[in-house]
């Protein structure tokens, strides 16, 4: 008998110590994500030295780079509802960015369609991937732009319109800087946001999140933990610091860049100094493409065309991705759930409504996903761009767009004409009747809202 007690208390133990080392060799996982930055404004390389951002640029030496990374949506809040739920945000219902301004509709053509109805917040009902990494014991915490806490942001004194829909009701126990604002009120101290506690007055908001974010990690080092840490930059208005404008020959976008790196490293240092780096994924993305566009890309920000749609994109992950790779493979925002969870241990089972794949596959260097298509759905006026309302489909090479009568319907191939410059859809009209048939049906399937046709 004493040997059988022996045996089962030592059973036990074993049970235990391997529960313990399952705790802690889950991974932390740190999302950093940049607002309105093309993926021409990140110097990987150092063939552009007037653009600093050297910590980016070894945090790519050090992990893979992903040369055809894509937002969900050509504007920021509906990006960000994808990262967080999984879901794209024709299936959401959230298609544009939340207005600043309360009840603001942009005008369309005359005689054209008017906006389909967006939501103004993200709904707390829908998964979360906060959530789900807290299931799994994670400490996690919230710093930077939320941009999904309700319109008319721009009228408050604080940035704050409603704030049940604020990231710490969305499964993060922390807070910083996350309310209905799409853009700082006050890029310096005080910065005049009702969840940021003003510290140094001319103190600027890169400088001050980089600063929380490495506080985060120092504070929660020793369980895993979850940041996502999504700057303010480099939206508009542009304004940096006068001592890096003036490092950057009074390029004050430029500066924004440097500073918005030197917060990047002020995070890796933090892992360094921890010893968490070697157990942590960390991603560095951006939101949508740039307001500055990409030289080699069409169009910019709140376009369908690929300057709209691309993104920079680094993943890093000692041991699992190998470093100084890269990745040709087009990825997107509803992919961060599925990656972030899976990672963490746990399971997507149990949502039949998630449309994102699960990086890890590419990670560790294979060249394909199991996933047919990627799909946009933007109905909504922003005639500053050349395709702004419209549907589209990515298929292997094969871009479709559909206009919704408003623009011409168009079919590009990105490996021939990577500037979407030549409309092939008139010669080749099987390809179009096809794709144009798998986008309807997502559509149908995600029950998109449409615009709206006013009546002659």
């Known amino acids: 008998m004493k040997n059988i007690t022996s045996s089962l208390c030592f059973a036990v ?13 889950k991974p932390n996982i740190v999302f950093i994500m940049a607002d309105d930055l093309g993926p021409g404004w990140v110097d990987y390389d150092g063939s ?25 949506a050509s504007v920021c809040s509906p990006t960000r509802a994808a990262c967080i739920t999984g879901m794209s945000p024709a299936q959401i219902g959230l298609t544009t960015h939340v207005p600043g301004k309360a009840d603001r509709e942009r ?83 005080p910065y005049r946001n009702g969840t940021i506690t003003n510290r140094k007055p001319g103190e600027y908001l890169t400088d001050r999140l980089g600063d929380e974010a490495a506080s985060f990690i120092q504070r929660h080092h020793d369980k895993p933990f979850h940041l996502t840490l999504w700057f303010y930059s480099v939206h508009t208005p542009i304004k940096a610091p006068r001592d890096l404008v003036k490092k950057n020959d009074g390029n004050a976008y430029l500066a924004m860049l440097e ?9 890796v240092a933090a892992l360094k100094s921890t010893g968490t780096l070697g157990n942590t ?20 920000k709140a376009s369908l065309l690929e300057g709209g749609l691309r993104v920079p994109m680094v993943a890093a992950w000692p041991g699992v991705i190998e470093g100084g790779t890269t990745c040709e493979v087009p990825i997107t925002s509803m992919d961060f759930f599925p990656t972030f969870v899976h990672a963490a241990g746990g399971t997507t089972t149990q949502f039949n409504q998630l449309e994102g794949t699960d990086l890890m596959p590419l990670f560790k260097g294979k060249d394909s996903l199991k996933r047919d298509a990627l799909y946009w759905h933007f109905p909504h006026n922003r005639m500053e761009v050349t395709y702004y309302m419209g549907s589209t489909i990515l298929q292997d090479d094969w871009k479709f767009y559909q206009g919704h009568g408003l623009i011409e319907d168009a079919l590009f191939n990105l490996t021939l004409d990577p500037m979407e410059r030549a409309n092939v859809l008139k010669t080749n009209p099987d390809l179009v009747d096809r794709l144009r048939g798998k986008l309807e049906k997502w559509l149908n399937t995600v029950d998109a809202k449409m615009p709206i046709v006013v009546p002659n």
């Not at 600093?52 to 969900?72: C, D, H, Q």
């Not at 500073?259 to 995070?267: A, H, L």
């Not at 994924?281 to 910019?300: R, V």
Request: glycine share 12%; proline share 7%; with cysteine.
């Open 48 to 72: 552009n030295p007037e653009i600093n951002t050297p910590n980016l640029e070894e945090l790519a030496k050090s992990g893979m780079v992903f040369t055809r990374a894509y937002s969900a």
């Open 107 to 189: 005008p369309g053509p005359k005689g054209g369609p008017r906006d389909a109805e967006s939501l103004d917040h993200l709904p707390l009902g829908l998964p979360s991937y906060a959530r789900e990494l807290k299931k799994q014991g994670y400490t996690t915490g919230f710093i930077g732009k939320w941009h999904l806490a309700g319109q008319g942001s721009v009228d408050t004194k604080n940035g704050i319109v409603n704030s049940a829909w604020h990231p710490e009701h969305y499964g993060f126990d922390t807070n910083i800087g996350g309310c209905a604002l799409g853009q700082p009120k006050s890029w310096f101290d």
């Open 259 to 267: 500073s918005m790196d030197n917060s990047v490293g002020k995070v």
């Open 13 to 25: 133990c074993i049970c235990f110590a391997s529960l313990a080392s399952a705790e802690t060799t």
């Open 281 to 300: 994924l960390l991603i560095f993305y951006s939101d949508n493409g740039g307001h500055k566009p990409t030289s080699w890309l069409a169009d910019k």
